[in-house]
């Protein structure tokens, strides 16, 4: 019987074989690639599952972005988890091995940068950073013109009789956050539990980022303390992210309860 077995179905060979320090003899370089390397897959996870929550949301389907979303969450309390592995590294351990990696930067992760698009933001690296890969580039120009989470999620509350437009006119935000605010008032119907919990999967999701980013600005303070990063940016930067948010609409109706 025709089969296959752990090692080819999974290539771990393969997968083994792209880990390579620049720098010989320098102990800490192979947790800095494994670690980047592992994020990468979870955010081609991540973009996987979000991608199927915007689909199920766009046809009007929010049951069936639960899943999704839920896992992505689970995975993203990963991605800041990891973060405690890689404080174990030293500042004058980095320092062996940190220079021959300029002007790489996870500045250029545009896996990154999807999932910044997903969540209505622009995803464009600021002024002066080396570019993204032709690759990458192209893959946010497509995703630019796909709904994001919440276009999707403004199609399912329309499709289940409320009044969530999409546009960026002050008056059709006032118009979306009061269907948010009715929503968030009344969620005891079948229908509307379900709504409401995909609202706060998705706050979950946008803090659990927020949250990975004032974790990694920390991360990096304790590596690089004020010196510009690899990539040309520095603390200052990657502090005055922070504070981007996902779905500002999903915060305000808070205000509005
Ligand atoms: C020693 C470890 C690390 C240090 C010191 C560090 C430091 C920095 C710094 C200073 C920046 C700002 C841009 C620059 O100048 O490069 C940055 C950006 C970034 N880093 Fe790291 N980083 C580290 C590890 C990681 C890891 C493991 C990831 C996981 C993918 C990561 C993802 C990112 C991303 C996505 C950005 C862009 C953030 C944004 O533009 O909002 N970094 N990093």
């Known amino acids: 019987m025709a089969g296959t077995d752990y090692s080819s179905y999974l290539r771990i060979d393969e997968l083994l074989d792209l880990q390579h320090p620049l720098t010989e003899g320098a102990h800490d370089e192979m947790l800095f690639v494994v670690i980047h390397q592992a994020y990468e ?3 081609k996870l991540i973009l996987h599952e979000l991608d199927d929550a915007v ?3 766009q046809a009007g389907r929010p049951q069936g972005a639960m899943a999704p979303l839920h896992r992505t969450v689970r995975v993203d309390e990963l991605l800041i988890a990891q973060l405690r592995v890689l404080e174990t590294l030293t500042p004058e351990g980095f320092l062996e091995f940190r220079d021959p990696l300029k002007p790489a930067s996870g500045l250029q992760s545009g896996q990154f940068r999807a999932i910044e698009v997903l969540g209505g933001l622009d995803g464009t690296t600021p002024a002066g950073a080396s570019p993204l890969s032709h690759h990458d580039q192209e893959e946010l120009r497509r995703r630019a013109g796909l709904p994001t989470l919440f276009t999707a999620l403004c199609a399912s509350l329309r499709a289940h009789g409320l009044d969530a437009p999409v546009g ?3 008056e059709l935000r006032e118009r979306r956050i009061e269907a948010l605010a009715t929503l968030y008032r009344d969620h005891t119907t079948p229908e509307r539990a379900v709504l409401h919990r995909v609202c706060e999967l998705l706050l979950d999701h946008d803090e659990a980022i927020a949250r990975w980013r004032f974790h990694h600005s920390l991360m990096a303070a304790r590596e690089i303390g004020s010196r510009p990063g690899t990539g040309g940016g520095g603390i200052a930067y990657l502090d005055g992210t922070i504070a981007q948010r996902f779905f500002p609409e999903l ?5 509005r309860l």
Do not use: C
């Open 168 to 170: 960026d006119s002050p």
């Open 251 to 255: 915060w305000e109706v808070r205000n």
């Open 41 to 43: 897959l979870w955010f």
């Open 55 to 57: 689909a199920e949301l």
